[in-house]
């Protein structure tokens, strides 16, 4: 899958938010294919890992209803880009 078609995270100040396809936001990514079951992957330990540097890692833990929030975030995210597209 193209990298254009896939969700960009970005670890910002200590917290996970969605990038929008062309913002520029500084802070370190990963990406998520767009249907459910991968964020239901990526989530199954309710924290994300994202690459600091060649050696280091840094994992965010999701707590409370973090997650929760995360996945409605997403879905409402894919909904936007395909009414756009």
Known sequence: MPQSELIRLKLLGGKVVISRPGQDVPGRSIYLCPQQACWHAALKRSSLTFKASK???VT???EGNEQ????LKLRRHVREERQRN
């Open 55 to 57: 050696h280091d890692r």
């Open 60 to 62: 965010v833990r999701l």
């Open 68 to 71: 929760d929030q995360l996945i």
